[in-house]
């Protein structure tokens, strides 16, 4: 039975926690122009950002053999190029350290760069972007936080149930609450989701999706950060339009 799909507003959340430049961002994979970029930004944001900080970039086959990806590293963002058509491209993007100073301003810097620092957290970023999957899903590589579809959602439509396990270092993550749509109306949450890491949500929209989820595990004895902050995003075009020439 799908399960009820939850407004969170005013929530205080690990997400409202982080710096608006670090850790409230997401990153994942969308056509641009008829190529394939890297997005980073929060909400319907398109930010600029340094190709260096992409650290990882697989591509998926159908058959869920894995394959490298060129990544073409432009002045402020990058294109990816992955041979032939992919299913799916599973992305990591290391957003670095932030610390927060004794007057609230957040500086990119560890910890022990920072006299003043109240507190440092380092932000990873993933990303598994679904492409071209046309029946049963593959497997995924494993990231330090993910979200990763049970069904495909690709050729459904807006409304449409999909079942969802979120998974911290492999394992199933428990009362994890996924935003349903990133891009249009953060607000949006999921249930809680099981002891498995599952919840069964609707898909937002025919288009482009943008799902997301959010993790923070805290550091001890680290001399560059206090905790390390994980934010996950799953992206696919429900429906892909239909050219008309």
Sequence with gaps: ???????????????????????????????RWGELGVIYGHGAGDDAYDPARITQAIAIAED??????????????????PEGEPAAIALTFDNGYW???ADGTWVNEPKDKVADAKATGHYIKNSLSLLHVHDALPDFPKQDLQIVPLDNPIGRKAGDP???????????????????????QAALKSEPTDADGEVVVAIRNDGLNVLSVDHGVPLENDPKAD???????????????????
Excluded: C, Q
């Design 1 to 31: 039975m799908l399960k009820r799909i939850i407004a969170v507003s005013g929530a205080l959340s690990f997400a409202l926690l982080l710096p608006a430049t670090a850790g409230a961002h997401g990153a994942w994979v969308a056509e």
């Design 64 to 81: 869920g053999a894995a394959a490298p990806v060129t990544i073409d590293k432009r002045d402020k963002h990058a294109i990816l190029k």
């Design 99 to 101: 610390s927060e100073k």
């Design 162 to 184: 999909i079942r969802l396990r979120v998974l911290h270092d492999g394992k199933p993550l428990a009362g994890a609450v996924v935003t349903l749509d990133y891009i249009n």
């Design 227 to 245: 905790t390390i902050g994980y934010t996950a995003t799953l992206s696919f075009v429900a429906e892909a339009h239909k050219h008309d020439d």
